[in-house]
């Protein structure tokens, strides 16, 4: 199915961060990546400046865009966007960046990044964040 062929081709690593500064000649600045797990220090609570960066690769195929989305733990779309890829040389790695100045987390638990191809397609798993809370008892995070 070309949906499932999608993802894997494509979308070659995503990171989670707070901010990227570009610069005009292409270098980017990751600024606060979180890794696979945040720990928060009560929920509900908002990530402020909360970025996606995608490295994309398309191999050669010229693909005019794909759709995403984040899902919080419950299957509610939290992010959804369209990217447009407009590459100069669609045979070479290229990044995308999305925003969502501030993204509402009111649960606990694993928020999943899907992409699809187009409308057409079926949503595929890309990544996940594990979103934790600290324990009010000893400031460790819990575990679910």
Request: aromatic share 10%; hydrophobic share 40%; with cysteine.
């Amino acid at each position: 199915m070309e949906a499932e062929h999608m993802p894997k081709e494509i979308i070659k690593s995503v990171i989670f961060c707070e901010q990227i500064r570009a610069e005009i000649t292409g270098y980017q600045t990751i600024i606060g990546a979180y890794p696979g797990r945040v720990v928060v220090p009560f929920l509900p609570v908002i990530l402020r400046q909360f970025w996606i960066r995608f490295e994309v690769f398309t191999n050669g195929e010229i693909i005019n865009s794909f759709d995403v989305r984040l899902l919080d733990p419950s299957g509610n779309e939290k992010i959804k966007y369209t990217l447009t890829i407009n590459f100069i040389d669609y045979s070479r790695p290229g990044a995308l960046a999305i925003i969502s100045n501030d993204l509402q987390v009111d649960e606990a638990g694993i928020y999943k990044l899907q992409a699809r191809r187009d409308e057409n397609s079926d949503w595929i798993n890309i990544r996940e964040l594990f979103i934790d809370m600290l324990s009010p008892q000893s400031e460790e995070p819990k575990m679910q």
